[in-house]
C-alpha cells in the first residue's frame, strides 16, 4: 500500500508520497476552487501512482472545504493528455474546453491547454 504525507504552505496542500506528489493549490486562502499538478518520478511512472495520488487529492478535497478541482494538461504534451482523460474516467473530471495559450514555455512559445474540472457532487 503507498503511503505519503500532507502538508500545507500557504494556499498550496501537497501530499508527498517518495516517488512523486500531488499538489492542489487554492490559490488565495478558502478558495472553493483549486487547481491539481500531479508528478511521478520516472522510475515509477506507469505502474498507477499517479492515479492513486489523483484520488488521495480528492478524499483531501472533501474533507477540506474544496469544491472544484480543475486540471489543464498541455495540449501538445500526448502523455499528461492521455493521462488526465484517465482520470477523467476514472474519478468523474469532465472536459470543459481550451484554454488558449495558457501554458507557457518559454522564449515567447505559448501553449494550449485543456481544462477538465471535478466538482464535488457528492457522489
Ligand atoms: C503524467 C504522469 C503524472 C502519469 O503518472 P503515472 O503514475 O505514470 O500514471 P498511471 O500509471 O497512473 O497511468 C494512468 C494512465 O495515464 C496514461 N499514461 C501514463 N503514462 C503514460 C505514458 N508514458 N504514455 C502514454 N500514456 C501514459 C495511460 O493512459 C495510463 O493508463 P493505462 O496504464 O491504463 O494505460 C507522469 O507521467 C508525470 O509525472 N509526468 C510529468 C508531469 C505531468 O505531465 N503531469 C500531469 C499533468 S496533467
Request: proline letters at 2%.
Amino acid at each position: 500500500m503507498t503511503k505519503g504525507l500532507w502538508s500545507s504552505y500557504g494556499t498550496s496542500h501537497i501530499f508527498d508520497c517518495g516517488h512523486g506528489f500531488v499538489e492542489l493549490d487554492r490559490h488565495r486562502p478558502g478558495h472553493h476552487c483549486a487547481s491539481l499538478r500531479v508528478e511521478v518520478d520516472e522510475d515509477d511512472s506507469q505502474t498507477g501512482l499517479g492515479t492513486f495520488m489523483v484520488g488521495e487529492a480528492i478524499e483531501y478535497a472533501k474533507t477540506h472545504d474544496i469544491h472544484r478541482i480543475e486540471l489543464t494538461p498541455w495540449r501538445d504534451n500526448p502523455v499528461s493528455t492521455a493521462f488526465a482523460s484517465r482520470i477523467a474516467a476514472k474519478y468523474g473530471f469532465r472536459y470543459e474546453g481550451m484554454k488558449r495559450q495558457a501554458g507557457y514555455r518559454g522564449n515567447g512559445q505559448f501553449v494550449d491547454a485543456v481544462l477538465y474540472a471535478w466538482v464535488n457532487d457528492g457522489a
